[in-house]
């Protein structure tokens, strides 16, 4: 059977037609496994990559006064007053909380009192309203953890800004570990830390 040039060139065309969709199916097929491959090596190594994790250190601190449970109490380092109240069960229906910092950091070793409605004689009525015990230590030192914008501003070359600075950073951060960490605070640099060291403490 003899097939005419015009049917010749048609099989031919259908032939090489079946080629390249052959040839296209096992490139695509090779490349679908290659991809997959790759996904299954990064997927791999994703999971064995180990997240760090933020280590948290433990404070210390007693509460005393209006709550359900006064005592010490263990928290992590950067917990608030609100958190240690909860702690604590709770204020009693006589705690006054307009006195009451909920959201001052707490640090460790610290000395809470929650007082009463109309307690005013409470020697520490104003550590309660910043959330922390007395600002000043026992060797007179003013403790810049702990001390108002008032008692900051005593300090020689601290302004109303630069002790609202400290406060602020304070709130944010956490305790100062140590005198030097006031370089931190916006504005506060050697030369201020060395007029102001003898006359400051972080405990």
């Not at 263990?74 to 307009?98: C, H, N, S, Y």
């Not at 000043?136 to 302004?159: M, R």
Request: aromatic residues 6%; glycine residues 6%; negative net charge.
């Amino acid at each position: 059977m003899k097939f005419s040039k015009r049917e010749l060139v048609l099989v031919s065309l259908i032939g090489v037609l079946l080629l390249v969709v052959s040839l296209s199916f096992i490139f695509n097929f090779d490349n679908n496994s290659d991809a997959e491959e790759l996904n299954w090596y990064f997927e791999e190594e994703a999971d064995n990559e180990q997240v760090p994790v933020e280590q948290k250190f433990s404070i210390i601190v007693d509460v005393k006064g209006q709550v359900v449970l006064p005592g010490v109490y263990e928290l992590e380092e950067g917990q608030r007053m609100k958190d240690l109240i909860e702690l604590a069960g709770g204020l009693t229906p006589d705690a006054d909380e307009m006195k009451i910092n909920l959201a001052a950091i707490l640090s460790d070793a610290m000395a809470i009192y929650i007082p009463k409605v109309g307690e005013e004689d409470s020697t520490m009525i104003d550590s309660v309203m910043v959330g922390n015990e007395s600002s000043t230590s026992k060797n007179g030192k003013v403790n810049i953890n702990q001390a108002t914008a008032e008692e900051l501003q005593k300090l020689p070359g601290i302004g109303p800004a630069k002790a609202t600075a400290i406060i602020a950073y304070r709130d944010e951060n956490g305790p100062f570990q140590t005198i030097d960490d006031l370089q931190n605070v916006s504005g506060i640099g050697p030369k201020s830390i060395e007029k102001m060291s003898d006359e400051i403490t972080t405990r």
